[in-house]
């Protein structure tokens, strides 16, 4: 049985948030991912293995080697999450413009 943890445990470490990064545009091998890095490679496998566990990379093994990709779809599941904090940023943003308008407003009239 798969482990699946939280899709917020993985974003929450820097590497695992390059990680994604590096993936956006290609497939990669592990030790491909691992040159990026400064790290030891058993370290960024370590990584791998909780984005894989979070769902967020698909493996595709071909031969000796394991190909990850990014799953798009699953980082949806974030951008809907915060849809809800973007909707209350826009509408403080919206007040704060309001509020400079007005003050700006009231210093022209002086």
């Not at 960024?44 to 769902?55: G, V």
């Amino acid at each position: 049985m798969k482990l699946r943890r939280d899709i917020f445990q993985a974003i929450s470490d820097p590497t695992r948030r390059a990680i994604l990064v590096l993936l956006t545009s290609q497939t990669m091998t592990a030790g491909a991912i691992a040159e990026n890095f400064d790290a030891a490679r058993p370290t960024i496998s370590k990584h791998i293995q909780i984005l894989n566990e979070c769902d967020l990379l698909e493996a595709n093994q071909q031969g000796r080697e394991i190909y990850y990709r990014l799953k798009i779809e699953k980082m949806k599941e974030i951008d809907v999450w915060l849809e809800q904090f973007r909707k209350i940023w826009e509408n403080r943003f919206d007040q704060l413009d309001t509020l400079l308008s007005t003050l700006k407003n009231k210093k022209n009239e002086k």
